[in-house]
T-cell receptor
């Protein structure tokens, strides 16, 4: 079965550093998402991406965050200057047509900001 | 702003019995709902969905019921198996409003006792 892959599985960084989280969505999918889960809390929507642009973003997704689909297969989330509160599990997801489609999630990147 | 709530953080059920996981929502614009299962260190895995035009959807051991007037949905698993032990999330979206993002609940940890 096709799957969403995320790298790395764990990322440790110092506060103030930039991190890039990488995702390879399912190849024929058109809609891409980033979600995150702080330990013990709910899975929170960050951003959705379609047709090479952001379609929606949450209030969490401020100017420190950006997304890119640089080469037609990868989908990246960049955090420009990490804060302690950015420590979370970050999940990439993709869906086919978007409307009424289930999201396929990757296994996540655990980001620890020290 | 907790638009999707799962008020039971945990549930224990004997193997072979029915597990009932509940989810409440506040946004009357939500028209599509998903249930996901999540094991530790893995991404959420899709289980079953329901559109607001239905009040029930069944897939094998899993049945989802939707009560629109009460803004409540439930996931029934019968018979429950030890492998069902995981965290279960409900998610909702207002697809008819042109959004593709899903709002997740806080999750319910199900433990099926052998």
């Amino acid at each position: 079965e096709p799957e969403v892959t995320q790298t790395p599985s764990h990322q440790v960084t110092q506060m103030g550093q930039e991190v890039i989280l990488r995702c390879v969505p399912i190849s024929n999918h058109l809609y891409f998402y980033w979600y995150r889960q702080i330990l013990g809390q709910k899975v929170e929507f960050l951003v959705s991406f379609y047709n090479n642009e952001i379609s929606e973003k949450s209030e969490i997704f401020d100017d420190q965050f950006s997304v890119e689909r640089p080469d037609g297969s990868n989908f990246t989330l960049k955090i420009r200057s990490t804060k302690l509160e950015d420590s979370a599990m970050y999940f990439c997801a993709s869906s086919g047509t978007g409307f009424g489609e289930k999201l396929f999630f990757g296994s996540g990147t655990q980001l620890s900001v020290l | 702003d907790q638009q999707v709530k799962q008020n039971s953080p945990s549930l224990s059920v004997q193997e072979g019995r029915i597990s009932i996981l509940n989810c409440d929502y506040t946004n009357s614009m939500f028209d599509y709902f998903l249930w996901y299962k999540k094991y530790p260190a893995e991404g959420p895995t899709f289980l079953i969905s329901i559109s607001s035009i239905k009040d029930k959807n069944e897939d094998g051991r899993f049945t989802v019921f939707l009560n629109k007037s009460a803004k409540h949905l439930s996931l029934h698993i019968v018979p429950s198996q030890p492998g069902d032990s995981a965290v279960y999330f409900c998610a909702a979206s207002a697809l008819g409003s042109g959004t593709y993002k899903y709002i997740f609940g806080t999750g319910t940890r199900l433990k099926v006792l052998a």
